[in-house]
Every structure is written in C-alpha cells, then in structure tokens.
C-alpha cells in the first residue's frame, strides 16, 4: 500500500513539474514576443541623435521639439532621415503642420535630387489631405481623401496623432485614431527610411513632438 501512494506522489509530482515547465515557456515567449514588439524613441527630445540631414530649411531641436522650417526661396525638399532602415512596423508621430505641405515618408529611398528621397510619404498639410498617401517618384497620389473625410480625422492648429502600420505589402495610416487610408498588397518597395519633410518652394512651419517605431520585423 504504501509503494502504491508512493508511486501516486510521484505520478502527481511530475505532472506539476510538467505544468510548471509548461507555464514557464508561455511566459518566457510571451515575454521574448513583447519585448521584440516594444517601441522605440526615435527622437530622443534633446538632439537629433540617429538622423540625418538632407540639405533645404532649417531642422533643430528646440524645447523638446522637432522645428522645421523654410522659406519659399527654397527649392530643394529639406529632409529629416533616419540613419536606419526598417522594413516592416508600425510609426507613431505627433505633430503640428502650421505653414506648407510635410509629410511622413516611410520605406524611402534617398537619391541625389532636389526632392532628395523616393517613397511613400503619409501627407500632413495645415488644410487638405493629411492622412493621405503619396509615392513620391513613383504613382504620386495613391489615396487622397476627400476634403469631407479630412475633416473627420484632422484637428487644424492643434497637435495630431499620426500612426503608420506597413507590414508587407500592406499598409494602413491613421489619423488622431480614424483610419485614414489602406492599402493591400501594393506593389511598391518594402524596406527603406524614415523621413521628415519640409516642401521646397513654399513657406515652411512644422512641428513634432514624438517619433517613435515599433519593429514587426528586423531592423537591417
């Protein structure tokens, strides 16, 4: 009698150890998968440490902001990159466009002209078509919204959210929550930088306050 409840101890012992093993697995992939999710500063709001400057405007830090600024006499685009490139994720930025047409550029290619890079740019502008989407050297507008739907998502004069999620071939833009354009499996490139914009040839005044990406793949 006792072997048998010894053997019963044993049985019910390893089953424990199994399911703590079990649960410490779960644990430790929930932990890995989260971790290889987590956001990162792309702006650290002291400097512009991991960026790059293309030359057109004027880009600095001032009070934890990103300023941009240029003036019409401009031609060129200036540039904000990122020194990395990225291939799929989801951005993040806060911004305030006060004078002329910025945008976001993601999965972008620079090259030595004065629009200085190549790439799908998610539009901000003070008055029309924020949130929409823009292949620079390439399709141009691939979704414009509508004046009606602009004004659903964008706040004029204030701060905006601004989330970009490109995996793939597929790609979503949000706007202040409210999706503001999709595409899937779109045809265009899958990896490249991101960019801030100042548009060459007009008045310039952009701000932005937080920039920060959460990697679905690999940095490369």
């Known amino acids: 009698m006792f072997i048998i409840r010894y053997f019963v101890y044993l049985l019910m012992l390893k089953q424990k150890l199994i399911r703590l093993l079990l649960i410490s697995c779960v644990t430790f992939f929930a932990i890995s998968a989260t971790q290889a999710q987590r956001w990162m500063n792309l702006f650290n709001g002291k400097n512009l440490h991991g960026w790059h400057i293309l030359p057109g405007g004027e880009w600095k830090v001032q009070n934890g902001i990103i300023a941009g600024i240029s003036a019409a006499a401009e031609p060129k685009h200036g540039l904000l990159v990122s020194d990395s490139v990225f291939t799929d994720f989801e951005i993040e930025i806060s911004y305030k466009a006060v004078k002329g047409n910025s945008g976001l550029y993601f999965r972008a290619q620079e090259v030595n002209d004065a629009v200085g890079v190549y790439g ?53 833009v949000w706007v202040n929550g409210k999706q503001s354009a999709r595409l899937s499996n779109d045809p265009g490139r899958t990896a490249g930088r991101i960019a801030l914009q100042l548009h060459g040839g007009m008045d310039m005044e952009v701000y932005f306050r937080k920039v920060r990406i959460k990697q679905i793949g690999e940095e490369k």
């Not at 029309?128 to 739907?149: F, H, I, M, N, S």
């Not at 659903?152 to 959210?161: A, E």
């Open 120 to 172: 799908f740019q998610a539009e901000i502008d003070p008055d029309k078509d924020a949130g929409g989407l823009y292949e620079t050297g390439g399709r141009g507008w691939v979704v414009q919204p509508a004046a009606a739907a602009v004004k659903k998502w964008y706040l004029p004069g204030k701060w905006n959210t601004m989330k970009v999620r490109a995996v793939d071939k597929d790609i979503t």
